[in-house]
T-cell receptor, first 115, second 111 residues
Framework: GAGVSQSPSNKVTEKGKDVELRCDPI?????LYWYRQRLGQGLEFLIY????????KSGLPSDRFSAERTGESVSTLTIQRTQQEDSAVYLC?????????????FGQGTRLTVV | TQLLEQSPQFLSIQEGENLTVYCNSS?????LQWYRQEPGEGPVLLVT?????EVKKLKRLTFQFGDARKDSSLHITAAQPGDTGLYLC???????????FGTGTRLKVLA
């Protein structure tokens, strides 16, 4: 596709259940980012990938959160035993990594609601 | 832990007024980007500033990177209702491709 695609766009889950959020980056983009955005606030860094490796996982809030990337393409963010404080929009972005700064292209996000 | 604080958090102004949004940190960043986000959408890049003291203009928007590369400002001249949105700064952590986002400034321009 032309842009970053995230699925599902909306997810309502019961407290304690596991959820998987998917991100399909722009083809050829080597860097992939996950951010969390609470209502009306800025973006909270979770994790980023260069290729299939994650040089920095420091933003993952707890061990209930994990992410992987395969084939230098699709990434999955998994939240286990969801809690109400996990409710937020989860945004994925991808960019070309090379010399200097490049533009990160964002998906429209997955709105997660834990009830 | 690098943090980027933006001020003001909220701003509501009349069409035609000027405004400045600030992005401050105690950490040094390799570069700084400004994004604008509209409801239900992901952020979209406005500009990247790389050199300390750099000033970039994009039509009615002027961006400045502080001399010490710890802060930045966004100035909008003669704001229009179409400028309404959430403005986010993002700093690149030196030696990495990790970007830390600011706390955001929500701007509303009234016609």
């Amino acid at each position: 596709g032309a842009g970053v695609s995230q699925s599902p766009s909306n997810k309502v889950t019961e407290k304690g259940k596991d959820v998987e959020l998917r991100c399909d980056p722009i083809s050829g983009h080597t860097a992939l980012y996950w951010y969390r955005q609470r209502l009306g606030q800025g973006l909270e860094f979770l994790i980023y990938f260069q290729g299939n490796s994650a040089p920095d996982k420091s933003g993952l809030p707890s061990d209930r959160f994990s992410a992987e990337r395969t084939g230098e393409s699709v990434s999955t963010l998994t939240i286990q035993r969801t809690q109400q404080e996990d409710s937020a929009v989860y945004l994925c972005a991808s960019s070309l990594v090379g010399r200097g700064d490049t533009e990160a292209f964002f998906g429209q996000g997955t709105r997660l609601t834990v009830v | 832990t690098q943090l980027l604080e933006q001020s003001p958090q909220f701003l509501s102004i009349q069409e035609g007024e000027n405004l400045t949004v600030y992005c401050n940190s105690s950490s040094v960043f390799s570069s700084l980007q400004w994004y604008r986000q509209e409801p239900g959408e992901g952020p979209v890049l406005l500009v990247t500033v790389v050199t300390g003291g750099e000033v970039k203009k994009l039509k009615r928007l002027t961006f400045q990177f502080g001399d010490a590369r710890k802060d930045s400002s966004l100035h909008i001249t003669a704001a229009q209702p179409g400028d309404t949105g959430l403005y986010l700064c993002a700093g690149r952590v030196s030696g990495t491709y990790k970007y830390i986002f600011g706390t955001g400034t929500r701007l509303k321009v009234l016609a």
